[in-house]
């Protein structure tokens, strides 16, 4: 049996692991729930959200169940240099690991991470208003900051689905 399991902060993993439940047919819980609910033999399709260089709730997903494929849900766009860093921090499987731009909403975020973000915002998008030359990927980072925004979106997850589809 395979199974999606997600940890979501402000929503844009859980919309993420919804819209590949609905492509795949695999059930999907949260991973509180799934702690819970599934057996050690299920295997998972573990997404989390992307934090100070983590993926926030890997380790938990994998002692819960062996793991076919990880994607990381950040603030970064699709050429996001960011998985290679998550792949070696967490020991994954090059092959089996993906990175998903999600979104950003300053509302939806609480305590820490909140103050966290504020304190990132603020040093972040004076430099890239300065910034002559920005790439897409920087150009929509201060666009997020600035504005928030939702980049979730069904054809990112075609890379995940073409894996799951493999194997």
Known sequence: MKAIVYLSNTGFTKKYAELLAQKTGYPVYALQEARR???????????????????KGYGKAARLSRIAAVCAVGMGGPDSDQLPAL??????????????????????????????????????????EKKQDKTPDEQKSLE???????????????????????T
Request: overall charge positive; proline content about 4%.
């Open 37 to 55: 609910r599934l057996a050690g033999d299920t295997e998972i399709i573990y997404l989390g959200w992307v934090c100070a260089g983590a993926i």
């Open 87 to 128: 792949i070696k921090r967490h020991g994954l499987d090059a092959g089996h690991a993906f990175y998903l731009q999600g979104g950003f909403d300053m509302s939806r975020l609480r305590g820490i991470y909140r103050l966290m973000m504020k304190m990132m915002a603020k040093a972040t998008v004076p430099q890239l």
């Open 144 to 166: 997020l900051l600035k504005n928030g925004g939702d980049c979730v979106r069904p054809e990112n997850l075609d890379p995940v689905l073409a894996l799951l589809q493999a």
